[in-house]
């Protein structure tokens, strides 16, 4: 069978949108985010709480967003950031927000160990100075 491609409607017309318009994006982040989904979607506007992936976007176009997002911002910009967080508010949100390293908590160090060995030495040796008590 042949199918009639003319009379099928274009990829762009048929991506599902909101009845209501959406909310514009809010700060100059949000703004770079939705021009680049707009750019990767090839729609006219992306709404700060627009569900991307209801735009019409999947994992390759996903990969593609990410990409130039990390280009734009001039950081990485995580794959699963972008799964994580579909839409341009959530995105914002959680790029925005600024990563705190935690540090591991760490063995301490043999010349710590020996110096509080050597404290507490004295201390006990203090104390028993203090009942009168005898250390040989």
Avoid: C, Y
Wanted: glycine share 4%; charged share 25%; hydrophobic share 40%.
């Amino acid at each position: 069978q042949k199918i009639d491609r003319k009379a099928l409607p274009s990829p762009a017309a048929s991506a599902p949108r909101a009845a209501t318009p959406q909310a514009p994006a809010k700060n100059d982040l949000e703004r770079q985010i939705a021009s680049v989904w707009q750019a990767v979607l090839n729609v006219e506007q992306v709404g700060r709480d627009e569900n991307i992936f209801e735009l019409g976007a999947n994992s390759l176009l996903t990969v593609q967003a990410a990409n130039r997002l990390s280009s734009t911002l001039g950081r990485k910009v995580s794959l699963v950031s972008m799964f994580r967080f579909p839409s341009v508010s959530a995105l914002a949100a959680h790029l925005g927000e600024p990563t705190v390293a935690v540090a591991a908590p760490s063995e301490p160090r043999q010349d710590d160990r020996r110096q509080d060995a050597a404290e507490r030495r004295r201390q006990l040796r203090a104390e028993r100075a203090g009942r009168g008590e005898r250390h040989d």
